[in-house]
């Protein structure tokens, strides 16, 4: 079965942590580009960041460059989301994304939520 299945979401304060964790089966992880997108209700998904297939190039959206960062690790199909400094405006449902870098086949994970409460 091919899935994106993500966990790591829950409540923090300002200024906390969270890693965010991206398990993939029932495909071939190492061909895939993998992004983090978030999205609030009402509004379009937005990518914060973006490993390529073989891990060696990474973009970041401004919102987030020096406080988050993603990695994956191809032998056990996983991309993480590094979350530091988080502030409330980090709240959002937080999504895997991956896409075939050759043929662009696209895949989405289910999401996990993320809130940063005062």
């Known amino acids: 079965q091919v899935q994106l299945v993500e966990s790591g979401g829950g409540l923090v304060q300002p200024g906390g942590s969270l890693r965010l964790d991206c398990a993939a089966s029932?495909?071939?992880?190492?061909?895939?580009?993998m992004s983090w997108y978030r999205q609030i209700p009402g509004k379009e998904r937005v990518m914060v960041a973006l490993?390529?297939?073989?891990?060696?190039?990474?973009r970041y959206d401004r919102s987030v460059k020096g406080r988050f960062t993603i990695s994956r690790d191809n032998a056990q199909k996983m991309a993480y989301l590094r979350m530091n400094s988080l502030k409330p405006e980090d709240t959002a449902m937080y999504l895997c994304?991956?896409?075939?870098?050759?043929?662009?086949?696209?895949?989405w994970g289910q999401g996990t939520q993320v809130t940063v409460y005062t």
């Open positions: 994304y991956g896409e075939h870098s050759i043929t662009h086949r696209r895949l």
């Open positions: 029932g495909f071939n992880f190492r061909d895939y580009d």
């Open positions: 490993i390529t297939n073989d891990g060696t190039f990474t």
